[in-house]
């Protein structure tokens, strides 16, 4: 699925119809993947375009109207990339600017329908350690059902903490390293899967386990796990 990003609004400076087409387009491909529970990267795509809406509206309040042959450049930050700058000309700011306001409230209907799945999902999963939690915890596994696909799923997760300029964030990254179906009880023995898990990866002698449990039925890949994911490094962090 297409992204929609801010270039989707600059374009409007060139051809105004075709902008608004994309965008209800884009949003419609959003709000239909939401309708389904279906939640990432819809909610996160959104998320990361309304706030690059917020800093464009606010770059343009330190405009001077009275200085003329104006040019407007919007620095874009994301997480974890470099940022990057486009240019607006002082006679396209106008239409740029009211197609934000046409399309902000859009955006912000669908983040709050987004939200409102997030919550209710984060408020379904619970969060329990598997034996003995060692002092070391930015590094381990967890352990979470798919029921989707009957089985169980093992990931080893990475978390750390990235500081670039003034904008540090954490990273949390997952691979995903065993799985077995529901019909083996014998495999989420405790002990068991602990034991099993330094025995393939003798690098990490002494691992934290989670196990993460969905009491809904809901998408896994676009919205168990990643929500669940959110909750542990919460979880981790507290």
Known sequence: MEKLTIENFIAAADDLEKSKYIILARLQKYNSMLHQNRLYPALSDL???NKI????????EKFTPDLPKQKMTLNIMKAGSESKSLT????????VLNLIQWATPKVD?????GKVIYEFVNENLSIDHIGIIPLYKNEGYFVITNSQRVECQIYRFYLSSISKGENPFMTFKTDLVDSFTITEPERMHPELLKLDLVKKFPELPNPVLYKIDAEIDFPFIETILPVAKRKLVQHIAA
């Open 88 to 95: 607006v000309d002082e006679n396209d700011i106008n239409t």
């Open 53 to 60: 809406l917020f800093e464009l509206n606010k770059q343009h």
């Open 109 to 113: 209907e669908a983040i709050n329908e």
């Open 47 to 49: 998320i990361e375009l």
